[in-house]
């Protein structure tokens, strides 16, 4: 079964801190992408990255950065130095099926980041 | 360039009534999703076109839902009759070239069924 799981619910941090949010997946088929959005409480899904599952190189950008490892289906991200405007919920999806666009999300996690 | 549009952004509605929901997906792409998202269930693939035909529908709840796409530039989801557990956020998104690349997501409507 394919599966996505972000344990956690909710993150409180406060400015400037690191936080990093856990993404586990599971999958049978060997090629498959993942993916991170972000929901701001304005309500929109926005688009931070796709990993094809072939590429495990980690990712960096800005403030971003993601960490793929295939060994243990985990694909995860970190915010440096949060912001207030970094507060969403963030989802991290699994495009599973070779070519389909099936893609499952997981529940989410709420972060928030206090000034 | 105008992303993904989709109206009404809420919608208020009785049991029993029809409700449609209209999307318009960003020019030249050729996948357009509808989505569901509520706080028990997430957010869910409901329907999934290619070149404005269905590719997988699984996700359909049930016959009270359809969805249409008659043009590149224009799909609709019918729920006919409504229920309050339809209550939910509707989302509409679109991709070009493969189902699998980046998704641009449309702002959603919410919908109420008392």
């Known amino acids: 079964a394919q599966k996505v799981t972000q344990a956690q619910t909710e993150i409180s941090v406060v400015e400037k801190e690191d936080v990093t949010l856990d993404c586990v997946y599971e999958?049978?088929?060997?090629?498959?992408?993942l993916f991170w959005y972000k929901q701001p409480p304005s309500g929109e899904l926005v688009f931070l990255i796709r990993?094809?599952?072939?590429?495990?190189q980690n990712e960096i950008s800005g403030r971003y950065s993601w960490n793929f490892q295939k060994s243990t289906s985990s694909f995860n991200f970190t915010i440096t130095a949060s912001q207030v405007v970094d507060s969403a919920v963030y989802f991290c999806?699994?495009?599973?099926?070779?070519?389909?666009?099936?893609?499952?999300f997981g529940k989410g996690t709420k972060l928030s980041v206090k000034p | 360039d105008a992303g993904v549009i989709q109206s009404p952004r809420h919608e208020v509605t009785e049991m029993g009534q029809e409700v449609t929901l209209r999307c318009k997906p960003i020019?030249?792409?050729?996948?357009l999703f509808w989505y569901r998202q509520t706080m028990m269930r997430g957010l869910e693939l409901l329907i999934y076109?290619?070149?404005?035909?269905?590719?997988?529908d699984s996700g359909m709840p049930e016959d009270r839902f359809s969805a249409k796409m008659p043009n590149a530039s224009f799909s609709t989801l019918k729920i006919q009759p409504s229920e309050p557990r339809d209550s939910a956020v509707y989302f509409c998104?679109?991709?070009?070239?493969?189902?699998?690349?980046?998704?641009?997501f449309g702002p959603g409507t919410r919908l109420t069924v008392l």
């Open positions: 998104a679109s991709s070009r070239g493969r189902a699998f690349n980046e998704q641009f």
């Open positions: 999958t049978r088929d060997t090629t498959y992408y």
């Open positions: 990993r094809n599952s072939f590429d495990e």
């Open positions: 999806a699994l495009n599973y099926g070779g070519s389909q666009g099936n893609l499952i």
């Open positions: 020019s030249g792409h050729d996948y």
């Open positions: 076109f290619n070149n404005n035909v269905p590719i997988d």
